[in-house]
C-alpha cells in the first residue's frame, strides 16, 4: 500500500463545538490526532469552499456543513506530504453532490457499514446519501414486507440518519411506490394490492392504505423532507389484475391518475418529492419503450401533469455510443420546467467488481455535460444488482472519482490518484486493477460494443460442462489475460485493504483455471484426447474446486463485514452448485475414458456464439435453462 500514515499530524481545532464529534470519528481515516501544540485550525463559512494554510495556521472555507470534512481532508493531505503552504479554492457549481447506496439486492449494508461508508462520504465531500429501500425498511403491522429480507429497524434508521446529520449529510429514503415491487408482491399478505408480479394495483383503496403506511414511515424516520419515489420502469402497469377488474386502460393515463393519488399522500406528509423521468419519456418514444430517444417530444399537457414540486432524476450509465446522448436528454428535461438532478452510476451491478473504466468514461463526460447545462445537482448511483456480488466497498474508487470531478472539472489523473488514496488509505492501481475482472483495458482497446467489456461475470458462473460462452473464449481466449491479473495481487499485503486484495488474487485466479478449462474440454472431447482429459478430470478440476472454495472464503468474508447474514443464502447456493458440477463434469469424464458412459452429452452439443452482457444475471450465465 503506497499511501501509509506513520507519524499522525497534530491539529489544534479553534472551531465550532458542534463539529468536534465528528472531526473526531475521522481522525484515524486522515491521520491525525487534536493538540493544544499542532497546526492550528480555524473555519469559516461563507461563499467559499477551500482551504488555506500559511504560518503553522490552517482555515477551512465552506459553504455548506458536509464541506467542511473534505476540506479538513486536503489540509491533512498537504501536511502530510510535507507543505507549509496551501491555497485552495474549489469549483463549487455543484449545489449538490449525492451518492446513492442500494439496500435492496439481497444485501443490506450494516449500521457500521453505513456510517463507515458516511465517513467516507464526508471525506468526499458529499453531502446526500440516498438508501434505496423497496422492502427493507420495517412497516408495523406488515410483518411480510422485508420478510427473510434483514431489513432495517426503525432505531438502525434513525441511528443512520443522526450520524450522516453529524457530519451535515442529508441522509433521503430512496424507495419505489408503483414498480419494482416484486420482492414484497410475492407474499399472500400483498395480494390485495398486487396487479402484476412487480406493479402495485392502481385505483384500488387498499394501495391506498399501503402506501400512506409507507411513506409514513419513512418521513418518521429521516430528518430530511425529501423522498425519492421511485416510479421508473412500471412497464406493465395495468396489464395484470388492473385489467381483469377494470379493463384496458392507456398505461399512461393509469400512471398520470397514480401520480395524483399517490402524491396527496406525499403532501400529506410534508415531503417534496423526486422520481426517476424515464416513463414519461418511454410513453411519448416511437416505441413507448425508449427512454433516450433523439426524436421523443414531450407533449405540453403532459408537462402540466407533472407535479409542480417533482424532481425529476435523469438517469443515464453511459450505455450509448452517442457522445451528445446526456447534451440533449438534459435540455429535455429542463423543458419540463421542473427540478433536475442527474444520476450516473458507478457500474458496480456486473459481478465480483466494478467497471471503473465504464464509470470513468461515462462520468466525467456526463459531468461536463451538467456543467455546460447549468444542471447543479448530481448523484453517483451504486446498484448491487442481482444479489450484491459486487462489495460497498469496491465502490470507493467511483465515490472518489465522482466527487473530485464535482470539485474540479479539470482534475490530473496524478491528482486523482493522491486523492483517492489520502480519503481512503487504498492503493490507486490495486483497486483501479479490479476492473481486469472485466478484461484488459490497456491492451485491448478494441471495444465494438458497450456489453463487450463485460466478460468477467459470464466467465465467472458459466456451467463447466455446458460451456454456453466457450465459443466467444475460442474466439478471445482469456486465460493468459487471467493468468496475467492474479500476478497484480499475488504476494501478501497489509493494511485496511489487505482482505479486498487477497479476495481479488483468489477470483483472478479461479478465472485463470475456468477460462483454461473452457478453452479446451470441449475441443479435448471432440478429439476424444482421452489423456488430456484424464489430465482435466485429475488435475485442472480438483484445482479449480480448490479456488471455488477460496473465493468462497473471502467473498463470504467480505459479506459478513459489510452486510446483514440475509441474501447470503442465495450465494451458498451459487457457490456451492459451482462445486457440485465441477464434481460431476470429474464423475462424467472418468466414467467416459474408462468406458463406463459412451458419451457426454454437454460435450456433445455444439457450441454456438452468444455474446457477453453488461446486465447479466447469474441465471442466464450459468445455463439456458434458466427458468
Same mark, same amino acid.
Given at each position: ?193 398486487? +396487479? ?8 384500488? $383503496? =387498499? &394501495? @391506498? %392504505? ?7 414511515? #419513512? ?70 419503450? +425508449? ?8 407533449? $405540453? =399537457? &403532459? @408537462? %402540466? ?7 425529476? #432524476? ?314
Amino acid at each position: 500500500m503506497k499511501h501509509k500514515f506513520n507519524t499522525k499530524t497534530k491539529l489544534n481545532f479553534n472551531i465550532d463545538a458542534e463539529y468536534i464529534p465528528a472531526i473526531k470519528a475521522l481522525s484515524e481515516k486522515l491521520g491525525f490526532e487534536i493538540s493544544d501544540g499542532g497546526t492550528r485550525v480555524s473555519a469559516e463559512c461563507g461563499d467559499r469552499i477551500g482551504v488555506c494554510l500559511k504560518d503553522g495556521e490552517a482555515t477551512l472555507y465552506f459553504r455548506k456543513k458536509h464541506q467542511l470534512f473534505r476540506e479538513l481532508g486536503l489540509l491533512c493531505e498537504a501536511l502530510k506530504a510535507g507543505k507549509a503552504c496551501l491555497d485552495i479554492t474549489e469549483d463549487g457549481h455543484f449545489e449538490t453532490v449525492s451518492a446513492m447506496i442500494d439496500a435492496s439486492r439481497c444485501a443490506v449494508p450494516t449500521v457500521e457499514t453505513a456510517k463507515e461508508l458516511i465517513e467516507y462520504f464526508a471525506i468526499m465531500g458529499y453531502g446526500m446519501m440516498m438508501l434505496y429501500t423497496e422492502d427493507t425498511i420495517k412497516i408495523e403491522g406488515l410483518p411480510y414486507f422485508g420478510y427473510m429480507r434483514g431489513g432495517y429497524t426503525h432505531a438502525e434508521i434513525r441511528e443512520i440518519d443522526d450520524y450522516a446529520y453529524s457530519f451535515g449529510i442529508e441522509l433521503v429514503p430512496c424507495i419505489e411506490c408503483y414498480g419494482h415491487m416484486e420482492r414484497y408482491l410475492i407474499w399472500p399478505e400483498a395480494s390485495k394490492i398486487k +396487479d402484476t408480479p412487480t406493479v402495485l394495483m392502481a385505483r384500488s $383503496e =387498499e &394501495t @391506498k %392504505k399501503f402506501l400512506d403506511k409507507w411513506i409514513g414511515t #419513512v418521513a418518521s424516520l429521516f430528518r430530511s423532507r425529501k423522498i425519492h419515489i421511485g416510479m421508473d420502469e412500471a412497464h406493465d402497469m395495468g396489464r395484470g389484475a388492473f385489467m381483469d377488474k377494470n379493463g384496458y386502460v392507456p398505461s399512461f393515463d393509469l400512471f398520470n391518475e397514480y401520480m395524483s393519488e399517490l402524491m396527496e399522500v406525499i403532501n400529506k406528509y410534508g415531503l417534496t418529492p423526486m422520481m426517476w423521468s424515464d416513463m414519461y419519456f418511454r410513453v411519448h418514444s416511437a416505441s413507448r419503450q +425508449d427512454y433516450y430517444d433523439e426524436r421523443t417530444v414531450i407533449p $405540453e =399537457e &403532459t @408537462k %402540466k401533469l407533472i407535479p409542480e414540486n417533482m424532481q425529476m #432524476v435523469f438517469w443515464y450509465y453511459g450505455e450509448s455510443e452517442d457522445p451528445q446522448l446526456d447534451y440533449y436528454m438534459l435540455d429535455k428535461h429542463k423543458a419540463l420546467c421542473r427540478p433536475i438532478m442527474f444520476a450516473t452510476g458507478a457500474w458496480s451491478w456486473a459481478g465480483h467488481f466494478p467497471e471503473y473504466n465504464m464509470m470513468m468514461k461515462s462520468n466525467r463526460h456526463s459531468l461536463c455535460a451538467c456543467r455546460e447545462k447549468g444542471v447543479r445537482e448530481a448523484m453517483l448511483t451504486v446498484w448491487e444488482n442481482d444479489n450484491a456480488e459486487c462489495g460497498y466497498f469496491t465502490a470507493l474508487f467511483s465515490l472518489s472519482y465522482f466527487a473530485e470531478l464535482c470539485y474540479d472539472p479539470d482534475i490530473t489523473d496524478e491528482r486523482l490518484k493522491e486523492r483517492f488514496e489520502a480519503a481512503t488509505g487504498g492503493d490507486y492501481d490495486l483497486f483501479y486493477k479490479l476492473s481486469y475482472y472485466h478484461m484488459d483495458f490497456e491492451n485491448d482497446p478494441e471495444i465494438n460494443h458497450r456489453d463487450e467489456r463485460f466478460l468477467g461475470k459470464s466467465l465467472f458462473w458459466q456451467d463447466v460442462l455446458s460451456g454456453i460462452y466457450d465459443y466467444e473464449l475460442w474466439q478471445r481466449p482469456r486465460s493468459e489475460h487471467y493468468a496475467l491479473a492474479k500476478k497484480v495481487y499475488e504476494g501478501s499485503h497489509t493494511g485496511k485493504w489487505a482482505y479486498l486484495y487477497d479476495y481479488a488474487y483468489a477470483v483472478m485466479d479461479f478465472l485463470h483455471e475456468k477460462t483454461y478449462i473452457a478453452e479446451r474440454l470441449s475441443k479435448l472431447y471432440r478429439a476424444n484426447d482421452k489423456d488430456s482429459l484424464a489430465d482435466m478430470a485429475r488435475v485442472h478440476f480438483p484445482a479449480l474446486i480448490e479456488k471455488c472454495r477460496r473465493v468462497y472464503d473471502l467473498h463470504r468474508f467480505s459479506w459478513m463485514r459489510d452486510n446483514k447474514v440475509f441474501g447470503w443464502q442465495n450465494m451458498d447456493v451459487r457457490y456451492g452448485g459451482m462445486i457440485a458440477r465441477c464434481e460431476r463434469a470429474i464423475e462424467y469424464i472418468e466414467d467416459y475414458i474408462s468406458g463406463r458412459i459412451s458419451a457426454i452429452p454437454e460435450l456433445e452439443e455444439e457450441r454456438l456464439p452468444l455474446k457477453y452482457h453488461a446486465y447479466i444475471t447469474y441465471q442466464r450465465a450459468f445455463t439456458v435453462n434458466y427458468k
